[in-house]
């Protein structure tokens, strides 16, 4: 319920709204299961894919790059979510101008 209605804030075009409670998110979920935590290292990746969805492809550049750097450490270079965080800098650096 909560992914939704961050999704639900996004689409109506509440981007603070929606990169606050991201944040928010992820702090939390840091403090119960620890950063390294699967769905602590997914609200990361996450965190920058609504920031760059709410208009800052710098800040999502630099989220994209700290999440890969976590996930490489945790998972390992050849896991499939850190082949999505790749995938997203990789995305999020052709977007910059």
Request: aromatic residues 4%.
């Amino acid at each position: 319920m909560t992914i939704l209605t961050r999704g639900g804030l996004r689409r109506q075009g509440d981007s603070a709204a929606a990169v606050t409670l991201y944040e928010d998110l992820l702090a939390r979920l840091r403090r119960a299961v620890g950063g390294d935590h699967a769905e602590s290292l997914i609200a990361e990746h996450n965190l920058a894919v609504v920031v760059r969805a709410c208009g800052d492809p710098p800040r999502a550049r630099e989220l994209a790059a700290a999440s890969l750097k976590h996930r490489r450490r945790v998972l390992g270079d050849d896991h499939p979510l850190t082949a999505s965080s790749r995938e997203f800098l990789a995305e999020t650096i052709a977007w910059q101008p």
